[in-house]
């Protein structure tokens, strides 16, 4: 598996908002109805590129906030029933895999690869990078924030 370590600048997302444990395939279905309104959402910085954004994971309870979204200059004008979440520069670990490899690329990262780097995982989102079409079997890139340990 080839991993890049590199920095990320900062950026704003805008999309629609989950917060559960995912038990019933709620991730992909938030993805279902924002897919259809991606367009609704001004000021795009990227026409071709959307991101999945992980973040306020309670260990307690399972729960995290995910937003499907798209990276925008300004929030100004948010389209009802959607959200805004600024994602702070960081480093990450850049892992490539598709969507039939991404629960087992998390397993692998955080049981295998990230006991082993040198680096603890930080403070801040996950990043899922997507190509707007979404096919199952094209590449999309994890992002891990990292600091070292």
Not at 5 to 30: A, C, D, H, S
Request: aromatic share 12%; charged share 25%.
């Amino acid at each position: 598996m080839h991993i890049k370590i590199e920095p990320k600048n900062g950026f704003t997302v805008v999309g629609m908002k989950y917060r559960g444990k995912n038990q019933k395939n709620e991730v992909p279905k938030l993805w279902e109805a924002f897919i259809p309104r991606m367009n609704e959402v001004p000021n795009r910085t990227e026409s071709k590129i959307s991101f999945g954004v992980m973040d306020n994971y309670d260990e307690e309870t399972g729960e995290f906030d995910y937003i499907a979204g798209v990276a925008v200059d300004s929030d100004k004008s948010i389209p009802d029933g959607m959200v805004s979440h600024t994602v702070p520069e960081q480093t990450y670990a850049v892992f490539r895999c598709t969507l039939p490899t991404l629960h087992p690329t998390f397993q692998h990262i955080y049981q295998e690869w990230l006991p082993e780097s040198g680096h603890e995982r930080s403070k801040g989102p996950e990043l899922e990078i997507y190509n707007e079409e979404f096919h199952v079997d094209e590449t999309l890139y994890l992002y891990i924030p990292l600091m070292p340990k």
